[in-house]
């Protein structure tokens, strides 16, 4: 056998190498986690309170807002919004901050989606 068949042979053709290419260079493109604010429910924050709060720091319509507190009220709690760690972070201190300053026992909470 001549060196040119040899060579032949034993490399891989180009379209082995593009695959190999493909699967290797893998970008290190990661996602940043994404974290879930949830509502939880209680029986002494008044329902008009709890609408606000979801119109005020969450930029839902009326409806969105109703809809959003009468869940949380018939199922004990519900997912509001996902937003980046920071964005999260600050919307649960608003809530808090604005239901503490009204004396409202409303809780809200982030966790990892
Ligand atoms: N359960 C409250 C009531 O009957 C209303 C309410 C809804 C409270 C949602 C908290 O996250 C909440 N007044």
Same mark, same amino acid.
């Given at each position: 056998m001549?060196v040119?068949?040899e060579? !032949?042979m034993?490399?891989k053709?180009?379209s082995e190498?593009?695959?190999?290419?493909?699967?290797?260079?893998r970008? *290190?493109t990661?996602k @940043?986690?994404?974290?879930k604010?949830l509502? &939880?429910?209680?029986?002494?924050? @008044? !329902?008009?309170?709890?609408?606000m709060i979801?119109?005020?720091?969450f930029?839902?319509t009326?409806?969105q807002?109703?809809d959003i !507190? &009468?869940t %949380?009220?018939? *199922?004990?709690?519900a997912v %509001?919004?996902v937003?980046?760690?920071?964005?999260?972070e600050?919307?649960?201190?608003?809530v !808090?901050?604005?239901?503490?300053?009204?004396?409202h @026992?409303l809780q809200?909470?982030m966790e *990892?989606e």
């Open positions: 001549n040119l068949s060579r !032949m034993s490399e053709d180009d190498e593009d695959q190999e290419l493909l699967v290797k260079t970008p *290190k990661k @940043p986690p994404l974290y604010v509502l &939880i429910n209680d029986d002494y924050t @008044p !329902m008009e309170f709890v609408v979801l119109e005020r720091f930029g839902l009326h409806a807002a109703f !507190m &009468i %949380v009220h018939k *199922k004990g709690l %509001v919004g937003f980046s760690y920071e964005v999260a600050t919307k649960v201190a608003q !808090m901050d604005c239901a503490r300053q009204h004396q @026992p809200c909470t *990892k």
